[in-house]
């Protein structure tokens, strides 16, 4: 059983950064693509970003490409996901996810494991 536990999150002034964490547990981390995900309250689920194994192909959303960095870890199982000149608009619940697809996508339908949340809260 594949675990994802996200954690970062909390309350930031626009303008500020976060750097959010997602340690995986239960299978070989480094042989799955993994991506980041948000939901704000009353919206859909959108894709953040994604980087497939072992690492080096990434994309991003059009929203957050150039202030948000996802990395990884395959050594200490965590994905990362830098953010940079947040703004009120990023403030949402954002979730980890995990793919055996093995290439970086943006569909949530090809990722098979899911974290619980950890919320991003930015204040204007």
């Known amino acids: 059983q594949v675990q994802l536990v996200e954690s970062g999150g909390g309350l930031v002034q626009a303008g500020g950064s976060l750097r959010l964490s997602c340690a995986v547990s239960?299978?070989?981390?480094?042989?799955?693509?993994m991506g980041w995900f948000r939901q704000a309250p009353g919206k859909e689920r959108e894709f953040i970003a994604a980087?497939?194994?072992?690492?080096?192909?990434?994309i991003y959303a059009d929203s957050v490409k150039g202030r948000f960095t996802v990395s990884r870890d395959n050594g200490e199982n965590t994905l990362y996901l830098q953010m940079a000149s947040l703004k009120p608009d990023d403030t949402a619940l954002y979730y980890c996810?995990?793919?055996?697809?093995?290439?970086?996508?943006?569909?949530?339908?090809?990722?098979?494991?899911w974290g619980q949340g950890t919320q991003v809260t930015v204040s204007s």
């Open positions: 980087i497939g194994y072992p690492g080096e192909s990434t």
């Open positions: 239960g299978r070989t981390f480094s042989a799955y693509a």
């Open positions: 996810a995990g793919s055996r697809l093995g290439y970086a996508t943006p569909h949530f339908w090809d990722y098979d494991y």
